[in-house]
């Protein structure tokens, strides 16, 4: 079974939503400054929670409440895990040196594959596992964050070394 899906988001706005056959099918609102989101899909809403701005873990918990993962990054290689509480694991990786290409697989049967270009971009799925959808989502953004706030502080100190 593969999956064909679409993603757009506003060009100053974090908050997605993925299409697929032309319907809404998931949506995933950013709270930046509380470090959170939230996804909507029609079989559940979950929220990601992160441990600090440059925060090295995030826990993934069901419409219950209930603590259903853990994404660790390890952010100097763009890499990340989100493992289940059931020990199921997923690994997460850029696929290109523009970061606009990502891929999110549990190194077995599931994988999912994104592209992007500035506000919308394509995903292609031979999966139906949507937690692990989102979470492929959520970390990229995740990852641009830390991006910005390099490239903010490379500018600032590049400003601030030139006597403005």
Known sequence: MERHLNWTKGLLDSSYQLFE??????????????????????????????????????????????????????????????????GEAYHWTFTNSWYSKWMITD????????????????????????????TGLYIKEHYHKVIYLVLFILFVTVICGSGF
């Open 21 to 86: 056959g032309g319907e809404i099918r998931h949506t995933l609102f950013f709270d930046i400054w509380n470090n959170q989101a939230r996804a909507i899909s029609q079989q559940s809403t979950y929220l990601f929670k992160g441990n600090g701005f440059l925060n090295s873990t995030t826990q993934v918990f069901d419409n219950q409440n209930n603590l259903i993962g853990m994404i660790q990054y390890h952010t100097w290689q763009n890499k990340a895990i989100f493992t289940l509480t059931s």
């Open 107 to 134: 190194s077995k049967t599931k994988q999912i594959n994104y592209d992007a270009d500035l506000s919308s971009g394509a995903i292609m799925a031979n999966t139906d596992d949507e937690i692990m959808l989102l």
